[in-house]
């Protein structure tokens, strides 16, 4: 029998640009970005939906939210693996 494999893709949460002189890949999260996020990992984890890896940008929202889905797993950080090249 074949196993499937299933791919979710996330969008970080919301980012602030309330840091005029903060480059784009150094934007954080709002404090909705991280209720949100701490929200959708909740979602997933409930449906028992726990990926065998988290590919994020190094943008600092991206792995903040790469973060909170890992601590929501309960996953060993080992487990997010940073990709330059999904940045853009």
């Not at 909170?68 to 996953?75: D, E, G, L, Q």
């Amino acid at each position: 029998m074949q196993e499937y494999k299933e791919l979710y893709i996330v969008r970080h949460g919301k980012s602030t640009q309330d840091y005029g002189n903060v480059s784009d890949i150094d934007r954080p999260l709002k404090e909705r970005g991280v209720n949100d996020g701490y929200a959708m990992a909740k979602r997933l984890l409930s449906k028992n939906k726990i990926p065998e890896l988290i590919l994020t940008s190094p943008a600092v929202r991206a792995l903040h939210s790469a973060t909170i889905f890992a601590r929501t797993f309960n996953s060993p950080f080992e487990k997010i693996v940073l990709n330059k090249d999904i940045y853009l």
